[in-house]
C-alpha cells in the first residue's frame, strides 16, 4: 500500500512538471499515446486502441493468442474438449492486483459482465460465440460453445477482471502491471508484485496523452516520452531517423477491391484474375503505403498458423494479365485503345470507376486507385477513380450501387469469415456465390482439433485465391517508434503491442 502511496505521488509530480523528465531505464518507462480524453480505461468499456494494448499489461485471460495468433492457455492449465464443451482446468495460486486470488468465479462473473453491456462492449462479438459457462468448484470452469469448433477457444480470449471490481474506473487484473492513478491527461501501471511470473523489468509506466500523432511524435523527438505507438503512415517516415528503432506489426484492417460480380465486366474469373496479375502490388505498398502493408491475397494474417502460403498464387505478370484478358474475350475491337468484347449482341466495354473515401490526412486509398489505374491503363482498361464520404461509401457498398471498390475491412482475432464469403454474408458485397464455399464456412463450426481446424482454413484461402470474389492486396501495419534500443516486442501484434514489454532489454541510444 506505501508503495501504491509513493508512486502515485511521484506520477502527479512528474505530469505536474516538479520532476524532470528522465531516459528510459528499468525504474521508469514514458510512452505516448493519442487517444480522447477522459476516455474509459476499464477494458470492458474501453474503445481506444492503445489504451487497449496498454491493458494488455494490466489483465490476462482463459486463453491467449501466441505469436503464430494461435489460442494457448494463459489463466487455464490445460483444457479438454468434447464437441462443444470445453473444461479448463484454471490456474491456482494466482493473485489480482488486490491480493485476492483468481477463480473459476471471477471469468464467469466477467462474461455476463460483458452479455450485460452487449454490443459497446469491444469482446461482446467475441463473446457471442459461447453459449454457456458454470463452475462448480474456483478451479474448474465449464464452457459450452455455440458451434463444435476451435472458435470456442478464440472467444475465451476476453480480459480477466476481479469480480468485485467489473464497474471500477481502474478494475483488477492479473498481469504484470497494475493501474496505479490517472486522470484526463496521464495514467500510471507499476509492475505487480503478486504476479504469477517472474517480476517484470520495468518498475513503473508512465503513459501521456496527446491530442494527435504530430504532438506525440514530436515527444518523442524531444525527449518527452520513450516512445509512441502509431499506425499513421506520415509519422513510418520518423521510422528512418536514426535516433530511434521501430518495431512494425501487423493490424487487422485488411485492404481489398470489390468488384460488383453483377457487372458484365467482372463476372468472368479470368478478367479479375488478369487485374490481380496487373496490379504492381509492391510499387504501390512502398510508394502510396510507405511500407506500412503487409501483403497477403487471403484475409488471413501471413504470420499466423492459419495461413495457407499456397494462397500466394499472383505475381506481377502484364504479360499474363494480358493472356487471360484475350482468353476472357477482350479485345479492342474498335481500335479507340480500350478493350471490349460483345456480350449478347452489346459491346462492352472494359470501362469502369473505382469508387474508394478518404481514409486519412494522406488521402492513401484514393492515390492507391489512382496508382491502380495507371498500372492498368496500358492493357487497354480505362478506369476513373471517385472519392466519397465514408459513410456514402458504406451505403452504396449494402445497395451493391458500384462497379469496384477499393476499400479496408477491419477483421476479427476470430478466423470466422462467413460474414464475408457466405452467400447471405453481411459484408459479401461482391455478391459472390459458391456451394462448395458454404460448405466450406460450415466446416469451420465443426472442427474441435487443430489441425481439422486448420485444414478447412487453408481449403477455405485455397478456394479464396482461386475465384477471387474480391481481390486482396494487403494488411495495414502500425509501429512502435522508441528512442530506446529494445529487445524481446518482436511478436507485437494488433491490440497487443506492448506484448513481451514485461520483459524488454533496451538501452539509450547515443
Known amino acids: 500500500m506505501i508503495k501504491r ?13 516538479a520532476l524532470p523528465g528522465q ?18 480505461i476499464n477494458p470492458l468499456y474501453c474503445n481506444q486502441r492503445d489504451i487497449v494494448s ?63 453491456i452487449g ?34 477457444m478464440y472467444a475465451m480470449t476476453f480480459p480477466v477482471l476481479q469480480r468485485n471490481s467489473l464497474d471500477m474506473v481502474l478494475p483488477t487484473g492479473t498481469g504484470p502491471y497494475w493501474y496505479m492513478a490517472s ?14 511470473k517472474r517480476a517484470p523489468v520495468v518498475d513503473s509506466v508512465h503513459v501521456f496523452r496527446y491530442n494527435d500523432t504530430g504532438e506525440a511524435m514530436t515527444a518523442l523527438g524531444t525527449g518527452e516520452v520513450d ?34 460480380l453483377s457487372n458484365e465486366i467482372f463476372n468472368d474469373v479470368r478478367t479479375r484474375k488478369a487485374f490481380m496479375y496487373a496490379i504492381d502490388i509492391s510499387t504501390i505498398a512502398q510508394n ?29 505478370s502484364m504479360e499474363r494479365a494480358m493472356q487471360l484478358l484475350l482468353e476472357a474475350g477482350w479485345g479492342d475491337y474498335n481500335n479507340d485503345g480500350i478493350l471490349d468484347k460483345v456480350k449478347d449482341g452489346i459491346l462492352v466495354q472494359l470501362d469502369f470507376t473505382i469508387l474508394t473515401c478518404v481514409d486519412d490526412s494522406a488521402n492513401t486509398r484514393a492515390h492507391a486507385a489512382e496508382m491502380i489505374s495507371q498500372q492498368l491503363r496500358p492493357l487497354g482498361i480505362n478506369i476513373t477513380v471517385k472519392t466519397v464520404g465514408k459513410d456514402t461509401l458504406q451505403k452504396r457498398l449494402k445497395n451493391r450501387d458500384f462497379e469496384m471498390v477499393l476499400c479496408g475491412i477491419n477483421l476479427s482475432v476470430l478466423p470466422d469469415l462467413t460474414f464475408l464469403l457466405n452467400s447471405g454474408g453481411r459484408m459479401n458485397y461482391s455478391g459472390y456465390s459458391s456451394t462448395e464455399m458454404n ?20 481449403a477455405i484461402q485455397i478456394k479464396l485465391a482461386d475465384e477471387l470474389p474480391f481481390m486482396g492486396l494487403f494488411f495495414r501495419k502500425g509501429t512502435l517508434m522508441t528512442t530506446a534500443f529494445v529487445n524481446g516486442l518482436d511478436a507485437i501484434i494488433e491490440g497487443d503491442v506492448f506484448r513481451g514489454f514485461e520483459y524488454i532489454e533496451f538501452q539509450q541510444i547515443k
Not at 531516459?23 to 474509459?40: D, L, N, R
Not at 495460486?93 to 471469468?107: E, I, K, L, S
Open 119 to 152: 454490443e459497446s462492449c469491444p469482446y461482446y462479438t467475441r463473446c457471442s460465440y459461447i453459449s454457456k459457462m458454470e463452475y462448480t468448484d474456483e478451479s474448474t470452469l465449464k464452457v459450452t460453445g455455440k458451434y463444435n469448433s476451435l472458435l470456442t
Open 288 to 316: 502510396i503505403y510507405m511500407g506500412m502493408v503487409m501483403k497477403s491475397e487471403v484475409p488471413i494474417l501471413t504470420g499466423s498458423w492459419l495461413y495457407e502460403p499456397q494462397s500466394a498464387i499472383y505475381y506481377y
Open 5 to 17: 502511496i509513493i508512486s502515485a505521488l511521484l506520477a502527479l509530480l512528474l505530469c505536474l512538471g
Open 439 to 458: 460448405k466450406l464456412l460450415l466446416d469451420v463450426y465443426d472442427n474441435v482439433e487443430e489441425e481439422a481446424f486448420r485444414g478447412v482454413l487453408s
Open 183 to 196: 486522470n484526463t491527461e496521464w495514467i500510471q501501471i507499476d509492475a505487480n508484485p503478486y504476479w504469477w
Open 227 to 260: 516512445a509512441v505507438p502509431t499506425r499513421s503512415q506520415n509519422a513510418a517516415l520518423g521510422r528512418l531517423l536514426n535516433d530511434r528503432m521501430s518495431v512494425d506489426y501487423s493490424t487487422l484492417t485488411y485492404e481489398m477491391l470489390i468488384p460488383n
Open 54 to 116: 496498454l491493458n494488455e499489461l494490466v489483465f490476462e485471460s482463459v486463453v491467449t493468442l501466441n505469436e503464430e495468433l494461435r489460442p494457448v492457455c494463459e489463466l487455464a492449465l490445460n483444457y479438454s474438449a468434447s464437441g462443444s464443451e470445453f473444461t479448463f482446468n484454471l490456474r491456482q495460486n494466482v493473485q489480482f492486483h488486490d491480493g485476492t486470488y483468481f477463480g473459476a468465479g471471477d471469468v464467469y462473473a466477467t462474461w455476463e459482465k460483458i452479455k450485460a
Open 23 to 40: 531516459a528510459a531505464s528499468p525504474e521508469k518507462f514514458i510512452i505516448g499515446m493519442v487517444y480522447e480524453g477522459g476516455a474509459a
